[in-house]
């Protein structure tokens, strides 16, 4: 995975690999990918990789990442796996589609708190926005399939999981898997109609 091409700025850490690993040992089965945030594609285009699903979608609002999505795309996606990059913010992403499968590995650190990164492209790859979960919490649930499942990688913290569990939409329910200072909160919907 060391070979994936990444900006400068940015270096992918062990929250991706960790997803991937637990969607794998998980056993889970898709026939469509969506991975918000995508940065340089680790997720999505390694999940496309071991779950051959028909279609993976990759969502990435720094324009700086694209051409290294591009790559990625073309160098570590089968060939039997199509693939969409659409420079987007999360909020603003609109699809027809349903996907079978949604992953996102979002910042979780808040613009001015902890030390800030000197590169401003890489204070936009690591800050989030306070009301952003609310917005992407709503978007997804109008993303998933109806036997979907949406997967977020977080640090394992109680207030973080707490903040994001009043905002979670009520046709959604929640399992969180903890592992080594990591989350992962899995998203399906209720009514599986």
């Given amino acids: ?3 994936y091409s990444q900006p400068e700025f940015y270096r992918f850490n062990q ?3 960790a997803l991937i690993k637990w969607v794998q040992a998980a056993g889970l089965t898709t026939n469509s990918i969506l991975d918000l945030g995508a940065g340089s594609g680790i997720i ?3 999940l ?7 279609t993976v979608t990759l969502v990435e609002v720094q324009k700086e990442f694209k051409p290294h ?4 795309c073309r160098y570590f996606l089968p060939s039997e796996v199509s693939s969409s990059i659409v420079m987007s913010s999360f909020a603003d ?3 027809r589609e349903k996907f079978d499968l949604i992953v996102c590995n979002p910042p979780y650190y808040l613009p001015g708190k902890g030390e800030q990164p000197q590169n401003p492209l890489r204070a936009i790859a690591r800050s989030f926005l306070i009301d952003s979960w609310e917005i992407l919490l709503k978007q997804v649930s109008l993303l998933v399939s109806a036997t979907g499942k949406i997967l977020f990688i977080l640090k394992n913290d109680e207030q973080l999981y707490h903040s994001i569990l009043t905002q979670i939409p009520s046709e959604l329910a929640n399992k969180r898997h903890e592992m080594e200072g990591l989350m992962i909160l899995e998203l399906f919907r209720l009514d599986k109609n």
């Fill in 1 to 3: 995975m060391s070979d």
């Fill in 69 to 72: 999505l591009e790559d990625n």
């Fill in 15 to 17: 929250d991706s690999t």
């Fill in 48 to 54: 496309g990789r071991l779950l051959k699903p028909a």
């Fill in 93 to 95: 992403f609109k699809s």
């Fill in 44 to 46: 999505g285009i390694e």
